[in-house]
């Protein structure tokens, strides 16, 4: 399946679950993505983003936003998007 990469995870708030992320492409809630690092597989639906503690439905290149996690991620890992094409192609 192919993926496009949009960001990376600048930090990890475990008791909470949540990922900082700096974005290099749009994000919006809704979209399906994949984290993937050295020993991370973790793929979900963004289901909440906020800049600043503050909800947002949608991001943009340079903006360093919180998301919600399903599971624990790590600094430096990659994230990517899979979009709808991707996901009937496969």
Not at 4 to 17: A, D, E, L, Q, Y
Not at 29 to 40: F, S
Request: glycine share 8%; aromatic share 6%.
């Amino acid at each position: 399946m192919a993926e496009k990469f949009f960001g990376k995870v600048t930090h990890f708030f475990s008791k909470i679950g949540v990922a900082g992320i700096e974005l290099e492409y749009p994000l919006a809630k809704g979209n399906r993505i994949h984290i993937n690092g050295h020993t991370t597989d973790l793929d979900q639906i963004v289901r909440s983003m906020e800049i600043g503690h503050k909800k947002i439905e949608c991001a943009h290149p340079g903006d360093t936003v919180a998301i919600l996690v399903e599971d624990k991620v790590r600094e430096n890992d990659s994230i990517y998007l899979v979009t709808e094409e991707e996901l009937t192609a496969a």
